[in-house]
């Protein structure tokens, strides 16, 4: 079988495209990965997950309501399941960070650590509205939760965040700030503030330490607990229970009574997730299941493995992956008690047949692009002085060795001086040395100079732009070199008779013919010191510390985070990488035709 | 004979002008330092000397025989392995980076469509800083979170289990490869520009006589182009030898050692001299390294100048 020429050249064309193509994603992968990786949650990098997740949609709350199930998810999300069937009939999600519930009334009220304080009406769930709390500066990524209690006129709202002592009273009619309660005292600040729960006018405050009675009517702590004896970890769940309170924590639940102002009674060891009230018995959702606390015989009944590892969706999740079971939130209802746990996962368990009946999951969470990460890696580190650092040393050292090599270019191409050879050898030769080898005499000789004239020279910006600036000078030669050699002498010449003077030739003649090719050589130079690491590693100061130098430390010391890491490495690349795509049309033509004349 | 060299220092004038800076800088940062490196090589500078700097304790040659022939030095300690790295290293790398620019260059040097935006999609590991390199390709390589072995192995399942990158044997992979990515692009842009230049009457020539592509590769491309290949392979050599940033970031990200199979010379030399303060081996290490480099430079002109001859 024979192909016509053509024929067999558009195969041969369309090979050589698609190996072109592969070698062209194999080139980008890198590049594409360190960006996709700096978008991570560094968790997932850590456990080699490849997608991106889903934001955590563990149940953070379940409450009944006529026919309806709601179902409050850490992503913010709303879910409104209906109660006999055990299906999700609606959802909507505002996406949330540290997020607490209200679900009393027309309206969800959400709290969280990203929005402050937002509403959702129930009919609908669809009129979102969020409201600025003036919650001030925090390290968001710290806030560990928030909480969350309302009456029919206020919404009280708290950060769990070490420092934040306040509880922010919010007028849902005025839709108004209308009181911040400083919960500050001398003996057990700093707090973190972990559960609110309106009772009357009195507002109940679990935080790490204490549990606080605050009386709403005249405005003022009106008395503080320690529960370092019972609770030593917090009061993470505070419910009322007839005329007494629930407080539960990581070590176990209690009975405190507000009459007898102390704790009653233990009910149960070991962390207490969730608390749900019911008439004649208490169910305490805990790390395996929950347990039924019938408080007039003081007996118990634990039901236990409700969830198996498995996903929202009810797919058993593969091996190895670390799935926490614990029941976050469980609600009764008659025969039937509603559990929820990690993942968005939710059950019905019958108490009469003692097993789960029904499972189901929440909605998804959103996918998570974690641009936190540069926030957070911004924190950490002062890149804005670094990139500054480096744009202006960079810059300097750009401009100032393009004026001297163009000078000395020019005069290499086109004079023929005694002394030339020698100086084109010694340009190549200056390349031959380690740079190693110019570390320590250059750093003595700025000790030395500041020594003897007192001017300060180590550390500051017109040291290490001298040394970048006179570095980059030969190899700028090298490169102009080849453009002035290829501009025509008989412009020159013609220049010359018409009267120019040499300076004139080379000011109003040369320049302008070199100029993509000076731009290209600048570009290079540019690069070169960008990428320069030691001289900048020994001769900067905290002040004048470029990037490399910066990332350098940064990686040192946070060597387990790699989003953090490929964070770095990306705002270190995209500023070069900008001005590359911006010019890489001088850089092609100019590198090019310098390099290859040369 | 004075009057001579009067005579020509004013016909160029003008040019000696424009060296002047050029020259005064070069004096005090390369011509300068260099004559105290090399005078550093014979003094016996470390943390108790080096107040004294250049007035240290004159010790001759054995700083030289501490890194060269010394067994019992600690300076020494690990130089058989770096050089034989380094030797592999830069030959590899160089190889690669121009056979690698090379094919790419062939194949953008067409007609399609895109040919300019995938050129410069193509250039863009040659933009990315080299400690970036190390980073990345470091954090790439690693052993359970690295990409590589996750596609390697839990996807194409191509071995049993995963390899180490950054210890043992492979780790010469692991350094040699990121150069090769980091800088072949540079090769075939220079190597593009070449081919642009040929006259496209050779090949028209070569079409009528019923050449091959295979023989027009390698009878009007390949020797057109030997002096861009040439420059590259010098500079790859250059460049290779004294690499350093890739290495040091990719093992502990700027802390670690980077093992047997990992160490160039340059990181070999830093760890050792610089950072044990001491100085006057580290100078005489570089010494060596740049008697060998000119060496080897010398003999690449000597080729050069008989391929040009035949040119």
Redesign the interface.
């Known amino acids: 079988m024979s192909l016509s020429y053509y024929k067999r050249k558009r195969i041969n064309?369309v090979v050589?495209?698609t190996?072109?193509l592969i070698?062209?994603v194999f080139?980008?992968f890198?590049?594409v990965?360190?960006i996709y990786?700096s978008l991570k949650e560094n968790t997932d990098?850590?456990?080699?997950k490849?997608p991106l997740s889903h934001a955590k949609n563990d149940i953070k709350i379940m409450q009944l309501e006529g026919e309806t199930l709601w179902i409050g998810t850490a992503d913010g999300g709303i879910n409104r399941f209906n109660k006999q069937s055990f299906k999700k009939e609606q959802n909507v999600c505002i996406e949330t960070a540290s997020t607490s519930f209200n679900f009393d009334g027309k309206e969800v009220w959400i709290g969280s650590a990203n929005r402050g304080l937002s509403r959702v009406f129930k009919d609908n769930l669809k009129e979102k509205k969020d409201f600025d709390l003036k919650l001030g500066n925090y390290d968001r990524a710290k806030v560990v939760g928030t909480a969350l209690a309302r009456n029919r006129q206020f919404v009280w709202f708290s950060m769990q965040y070490k420092g934040f002592e306040k509880v922010i009273e919010f007028n849902t009619e005025t839709e108004k700030i209308h009181r911040v309660f400083n919960l500050k005292n001398d003996l057990y600040s700093p707090q973190q503030i972990q559960s609110i729960l309106y009772d009357g006018e009195l507002l109940w405050v679990g935080t790490d330490k204490t549990l606080i009675k605050y009386n709403l009517v005249k405005d003022r702590i009106q008395n503080i607990y320690s529960i370092i004896g019972h609770l030593p970890l917090g009061v993470e769940t505070l419910k009322k229970f007839d005329d007494r309170l629930i407080l539960a924590g990581k070590v176990g639940a209690f009975v405190f009574s507000p009459q007898k102002e102390r704790f009653e009674q233990k009910i149960i060891s070991g962390q207490v997730d969730s608390v749900d009230v019911a008439a004649g018995r208490i169910a305490l959702g805990n790390n395996t299941g929950f347990v039924e606390y019938f408080p007039d015989g003081g007996t118990f009944k634990r039901h236990e493995d409700l969830f198996r590892p498995m996903s929202s969706h009810a797919e058993i999740i593969e091996d190895g992956e670390l799935v926490p079971a614990e029941v976050s939130a469980v609600v009764q209802n008659g025969k039937y008690v509603y559990a929820g746990s990690s993942y968005g996962r939710i059950s019905k368990y019958s108490i009469e047949k003692d097993e789960v009946i029904a499972t189901s999951g929440a909605a998804k969470g959103r996918l998570v692009v974690s641009f936190v990460n540069y926030l957070d890696m911004w924190r950490n580190i002062d890149f804005g002085l670094y990139l500054k650092n480096s744009f202006l040393i960079c810059g300097a050292a750009m401009v100032f060795s393009m004026i001297?090599?163009t000078?000395?270019a020019?005069?290499?191409a086109?004079?023929d001086?005694?002394g030339?050879k020698l100086?084109s050898v010694?340009i190549?030769?200056?390349?031959?040395?380690?740079?190693?080898?110019?570390?320590?005499?250059?750093y003595?000789?700025f000790v030395?100079f500041t020594e003897t004239t007192g001017i300060p020279f180590k550390g500051t910006y017109y040291g290490i732009i001298?040394?970048y600036?006179?570095?980059f000078?030969?190899f700028s030669?090298w490169i102009l070199r080849g453009f002035f050699a290829a501009i025509p002498r008989e412009l020159e010449e013609a220049a010359t008779i018409d009267g120019c003077s040499?300076?004139q030739v080379?000011w109003y003649i040369v320049l302008p013919l070199a100029v993509p090719g000076i731009i290209a050589t600048g570009i290079w130079t540019f690069?070169s010191t960008?990428?320069e690491?030691?001289f900048a590693w020994v001769l900067t100061s905290a002040e004048t510390m470029t990037?490399?130098v910066g990332?350098?430390n940064f990686?040192?010391n946070y060597?387990n985070r790699?989003d953090l890491?490929?964070a770095?490495?990306v705002v270190?690349?995209v500023p070069?990488?900008i001005i590359?795509?911006l010019l890489?049309k001088y850089i092609?033509k100019g590198?090019?035709?310098g390099?290859?004349k040369g | 004979m004075i009057q001579r060299i009067i005579r020509e220092f004013r016909k160029y004038k003008i040019a000696y002008l424009f060296l002047l800076p050029t020259v005064l800088g070069m004096l005090t940062m390369h011509v300068g330092p260099i004559a105290q490196g090399i005078w550093m090589a014979f003094l016996d500078l470390n943390q108790f000397t080096i107040n004294q700097y250049l007035s240290a304790p004159f010790i001759g040659f054995e700083n030289f025989y501490n890194v060269l022939l010394n067994p019992d030095s600690p300076v020494r300690i690990g130089v058989f392995e770096a050089t034989r790295n380094t030797i592999i290293y830069a030959i590899i790398v160089t190889l690669g980076t121009l056979s690698l620019g090379m094919i790419v260059a062939l194949m953008v040097n067409r007609q399609f469509f895109g040919k300019r935006l995938i050129r410069t999609l193509f250039l863009f590991p040659w933009v990315v800083p080299t400690y970036v390199t190390g980073i990345l390709w470091g954090f790439m390589w690693q052993r359970g979170v690295g990409i590589i072995n996750i596609i390697l192995v839990d996807i194409l399942h191509l071995m049993p289990d995963k390899p180490f990158w950054l210890i043992g044997p492979n780790t010469l992979w692991a350094i040699i490869i990121p150069t090769i990515w980091r800088y072949w692009p540079f090769s075939m842009l220079l190597l593009l520009a070449g081919m642009q230049s040929i006259p496209e009457e050779l090949y028209e020539a070569a079409d009528i006589d019923g050449a091959s592509p295979w023989r027009k590769f390698w009878s009007i491309t390949f020797p057109l182009l030997t002096p861009v290949w040439a420059v590259l392979i010098l500079f790859g050599m250059i460049y290779n030898v004294y690499s350093f940033n890739i290495v040091i970031m990719m093992f502990g990200f700027g802390a670690g050692f980077p093992g047997e199979w990992g160490d160039l010379l340059m990181t070999n030399i830093f760890r050792n001299s610089f950072m044990q303060w001491n100085f006057g081996a580290g100078a005489a290490a570089s010494v060596v390294l740049m008697l060998c480099m000119i060496f080897m430079v010398n003999i690449w002109f000597y080729f050069y100048r008989r391929a040009e001859k035949r040119l």
């Open positions: 064309d050589i495209s190996i072109m070698i062209l080139t980008l890198p590049i990965w360190m990786s990098i850590l456990v080699g490849i001297f090599a000078l000395a020019y005069a290499l086109r004079f001086f005694p030339s100086f010694t190549l030769a200056t390349q031959m040395v380690p740079g190693i080898m110019f570390l320590i005499p250059i003595s000789m030395k001298f040394v600036s006179a570095f000078i030969p030669i040499p300076i080379f690069l960008w990428d690491l030691i990037i490399p990332i350098r990686v040192g060597q790699f890491m490929m770095a490495a270190a690349t070069v990488m590359f795509f890489q092609v590198l090019t035709a390099a290859v």
